[in-house]
């Protein structure tokens, strides 16, 4: 939706192929950083996210014993930087809404299940409806891309052992207002809280809630009863005692997987993969919704009438930023999700001290702000 509204904005005519009858957003909550949400402002929906969204100034994770391991504040980016925690709900709403007003057209209930001719597109429905040609085809359906497997069929994706389940809760004390708060032990067992402000259907201020888990535990999870878990983890974090009391349903969860995607080029001819279906990969550093949108209004900023070469143009551009955060993705994912002892105990012995060395914090924060890039940003996009 955000390559759409961008597009539209830029004069092109957009067809939108949704593949559910009635469009509808996934998940619970994400964190919009300065990079996203300069991207927001391109597409002029900066302001209404937000007035929806919570604001986040740091994020504070601790071992079980609360002994602080990651402190990582925006203010040492810049004094007025912050991030915007929001309801996956919220930002689906306000991208959906401004697709109507630009002019783009959405097509409900198109499943796409094929392609002819990269050099001038026409897509193939699941029920033999053809829609094309294209001047370009935008693929951007996640990291379990079905396109990517049309398109690049030797791209390697596989599904991270560990995910997380996800739900939201009122925070009616205000407890986690500010700060995207973990708990961690050892890298087993990781769960946090984060403010995502009112939710779309306006009431009470929210949390997302999330607690990390092997793939192959999470049907158990979903389909077991609670008490154990509860009791389990306000043993490990007492503060969050209100929040994990009201997950009394499993129905309440959802659930999250991620995939390292390798892919090599992004494109062929006009059809161009973006976002996690490009570039999807573990949740350590957040940027999976920021990186999402950065690269919708890059590729419509680049594009020109030599249509594959702005799209490679793009590319690499854009994997001078994405490919330099799936890199320290997959290095620190051990450290937070895993089985083992030695990620966690170079984790909890390095990264407080890292933290606290000359230039230590300032690089950390550029890390959280989504603003570590090699090579120039555009100036579009520099928050």
Known sequence: MAAARALARKGHAVVLLEAFQQPRPLGSGLLLQPSGLAALRQLGLDAQ???????????????????????????????????????????????????????VEVRTGIEVTGFEDPAAPVLIDAAGGRHGPFDLVIAADGSA?????????????????????????????????????????????????????????????????????????????????????????????????PIIEQFQDPAAFSRATYRDVQIGRWSQGRFVLIGDAAHGTSPQLGQGANMGLIDAVELADRLGDDIPRSIRGFQASRRRHAGLYQFMSRWLTPMFQSGGWLGPFVRDVFFTPMSKAPGGRQMAARVLTGTLRLGRTPKALRP
């Open 145 to 241: 891309s079905r396109l990517r497997d049309l398109l690049r069929p030797n791209a390697r994706a596989p599904l991270y052992p560990w995910g997380a389940v996800w739900a939201n809760a009122r925070d009616q004390d205000g407890t986690f207002a500010g700060s995207l708060s973990q708990r961690y032990d050892r890298a087993s067992t990781m769960m946090g809280v984060l403010p995502i402000g009112r939710g779309p259907a306006g009431g009470a201020e929210l949390v997302s809630f999330f607690w990390s888990l092997p793939v192959t535990q999470m049907d158990g999870f979903l389909g077991g009863d609670l008490s154990e878990w509860r009791a389990r983890a306000v043993a490990m974090w007492p503060q969050a005692a």
């Open 49 to 103: 996210v937000i007035e929806r969204g919570a604001r986040v100034e740091r994020l504070d994770g601790r071992d079980l014993r609360g002994r602080l391991i990651m402190d990582m504040r925006y203010a040492d980016w810049r004094p007025d930087a912050f991030g915007i925690g929001v309801h996956r709900a919220t930002l689906f709403d306000v991208l959906h809404d401004g697709l109507e007003p630009v002019g």
